[in-house]
Every structure is written in structure tokens, then in C-alpha cells.
């Protein structure tokens, strides 16, 4: 069982390497978010691997390829990478959909998700974020969020401080600007959760 597990994990070592050599060049896709969904699934199938095999946690182990998690030059690649094998790892159901397009927005989370952008009009850096309690944004996301995609039947609260304090705003609809409501890049906690 034990040479089954082993070989399972060799295999699979090996098309997550293959794969993965495709996206290591910043222009390989056509967006963001499509970067982002990538390495999403690419981490999450590489996260399930290493918990089958009883490996430590480590996204950024080396590949057989000679690849290393740093080597991924696009930014949202390494995002959804790193939150996927997190995922993977801890027997988390995957985020997205397997039987629908996977590049397809507004439905690779179930029952809707929100995009946020660290620049205005949707530009910069980016994110999607599915329904639950955020109390902390960590590293870049936190205060630099300026601008939000809602995706399906879901709204959002921001606040201005971590563990959903401080002052607050709703969005329900897209915003290309949260300057205008004077929330630009103040963001250190959010709830996102559907619409009754």
C-alpha cells in the first residue's frame, strides 16, 4: 500500500511539474484572475498530494521539475497557489467548481464571490474572495484595497479595522472606486455573505 501511495505521489509530482512549468512565465495567461484560478487548483491538487503521502506542510517545496514556488513569476498565480495546496492540504473541499469552467467568473465559487483590486477600476493586483469572515487581511491586501467586483447573489462588508471593527461600508454592487465612498485602501477585515 505503502509503494502504491509513493507512486501515486511520484506521478502526480510529475504532472503538477509539467503543468506548472507552462505558468511560470508572467505572460502565460490571459488575466488576473485566470492566473489566480490556475494556481489555485495547481496548488490545491499539490496540497492533496503531500497529505496523502503524510508530508509536512510546505507549499513552497521543490519540484521534481527543479521548479520552486518562487519561481512563479506572476503574483496571482503564487496567491491562488498558496491558498489552494493550504487547502488541499487540510482536506478543505476545493473552492472551485471541477465541473464547470474553470476561467469562468462569477461562478468558480459556489453561491458567489467578490474580487478586490489594489488599484481603481478593477487594475492592480487582485483577489477573489468567497463567502466567510475575513477578520484579518494580511500582508498586501490589508488597507489597499481600492475597488471590488461582486460576483453572483453576495454582498460584502468592509471595515476599517481587523476583527470587524471600526467604521464599515456594505457594498452590494461593484465599485470601481472606493474613494468616493472614502474607503480607499482602508480595508483590514471583511465579511462576505450572500444575499437573503
Request: charged share 25%; hydrophobic share 35%.
Amino acid at each position: 500500500m505503502r509503494r502504491v501511495q509513493i507512486l501515486l505521489f511520484a506521478l502526480t509530482m510529475l504532472l503538477i511539474g509539467s503543468a506548472i512549468y507552462v505558468y511560470a512565465d508572467e505572460n502565460a495567461f490571459r488575466t488576473d484572475q485566470e492566473a489566480y484560478q490556475v494556481g489555485y487548483q495547481e496548488g490545491y491538487n499539490h496540497g492533496v498530494a503531500d497529505r496523502n503521502v503524510n508530508a509536512s506542510y510546505n507549499y513552497q517545496r521543490n519540484f521534481d521539475t527543479g521548479l520552486t514556488y518562487n519561481s512563479y513569476v506572476n503574483e496571482n498565480f503564487r496567491d491562488g497557489f498558496h491558498q489552494g495546496y493550504t487547502d488541499g492540504f487540510e482536506s478543505r473541499m476545493s473552492r472551485y467548481q471541477t465541473t464547470r469552467d474553470p476561467y469562468a467568473r462569477g461562478d468558480a465559487f459556489v453561491g458567489g464571490s467578490i474580487t478586490v483590486f489594489t488599484g481603481s477600476d478593477y487594475k492592480g493586483s487582485m483577489r477573489e474572495f468567497g463567502i466567510g469572515r475575513y477578520p484579518d487581511l494580511h500582508g498586501k491586501w490589508n488597507d489597499s484595497i481600492s475597488s471590488v467586483e461582486i460576483h453572483g447573489p453576495v454582498r460584502v462588508i468592509l471595515f476599517d479595522r481587523k476583527d470587524f471593527q471600526g467604521q464599515r461600508l456594505i457594498v452590494e454592487n461593484s465599485m470601481s472606486q472606493l474613494k468616493d465612498l472614502n474607503f480607499k485602501e482602508k480595508a483590514a477585515s471583511m465579511i462576505v455573505e450572500p444575499l437573503h
